[in-house]
């Protein structure tokens, strides 16, 4: 593990059902999951089906202790949690984080509610990892380890949803996540999160062609994501929650045309690593 390296590994991109077959191979299929590792700090964000694999890897490289954030808890964003091995590992120490129902139900109720039957055969105590809830409010400024620094923010999505800044050792890399725009408008929220960052993942669903059909359901289009990270000066868009029923074909061209408006734009893919190498002295 390298301890000047800001490492972020894409395990799931893909919106709102995981999928399959020869016309997604390249993009992936799994839904959303994210590790950060920030020299020997490994945080993850979001429990879709790519962690599932994030979990796998974890035990390979020998990663016991570890931080997991949830930006909300719907099915794509939850659905991998019982499938995650290192819940069931007693040498394992988990924080899981949350705080877009802050004051109407906690990280252990949220968890607990997903992990029972009749929604699955057996109840949350068969995990053996050591595991610790914390729960915050948005806004709130979290620390969760030495010199890592995590922003929360609220974004726009039906039963609320969290987007994350987290900075360490110089760099910065935004989580965006659901969110929908409004027509015209730059949201402050957002452009705060971003501000100046490496790389901003951000939701690019739909095109704003599509939006008029699906408004209101909660997400956003590259092209908002391309305004967003030119007004705020961020240097990376990764095209991210890719609508279940695009193509490796389709998203070939929407990166194309992101990149043509945004030299840093890519559509993010499962398997995916970008490294930020980071300066010694601005890791304390």
Avoid at 34 to 48: N, P, Q, S, Y
Avoid at 198 to 220: A, F, K, P, Q
Avoid at 276 to 281: I, Q, R
Wanted: aromatic share 10%.
């Amino acid at each position: 593990m390298d301890d000047d390296v800001f490492l972020v590994r894409f395990w799931g991109v893909r919106g709102s059902i995981s999928v399959s077959g020869p016309e997604f191979s390249r993009y992936g299929g799994n839904t959303i999951c994210i590790e950060m590792r920030c020299g020997k700090h490994t945080l993850l964000f979001d429990a879709g089906s790519g962690l599932r694999p994030a979990g796998w890897a974890l035990r390979a490289s020998g990663v016991t202790d570890f931080d997991l954030f949830f930006t909300h808890c719907h099915y794509d964003h939850i659905i991998g949690l019982p499938a995650f091995k290192p819940m069931y590992d007693r040498s394992v120490k988990l924080r899981l984080w949350s705080g877009h129902l802050a004051g109407r139900m906690t990280t252990r109720q949220m968890v607990d509610e997903f992990m029972r039957p009749p929604w699955f055969p057996v109840r949350l105590d068969v995990c053996k990892a050591s595991l610790d809830y914390r729960d915050f409010v948005s806004g709130d400024v979290l620390r969760p380890r030495q010199g890592v620094v995590v922003r929360t923010g609220s974004l726009t999505h039906p039963g609320g949803c969290i987007g994350y800044r987290v900075e360490w050792g110089g760099r910065v890399v935004a989580v965006i996540t659901d969110t929908e725009h409004e027509p015209g408008q730059l949201d402050q929220a957002i452009l705060d999160l971003i501000e100046d960052a490496d790389l901003v993942i951000y939701d690019c669903t739909y095109t704003e062609e599509e939006m008029e059909r699906y408004r209101g359901n909660g997400h956003s289009t590259w092209q908002q994501g391309v305004k967003l990270c030119e007004a705020a000066g961020a240097r990376g868009l990764a095209l991210f929650h890719h609508d279940p029923s695009r193509t490796d074909d389709q998203l070939d061209e929407m990166e194309k045309l992101a990149k043509d408006r945004f030299a840093g734009a890519f559509a993010a893919r499962d398997g995916q690593t970008l490294e930020f190498p980071v300066s010694s002295h601005k890791k304390r």
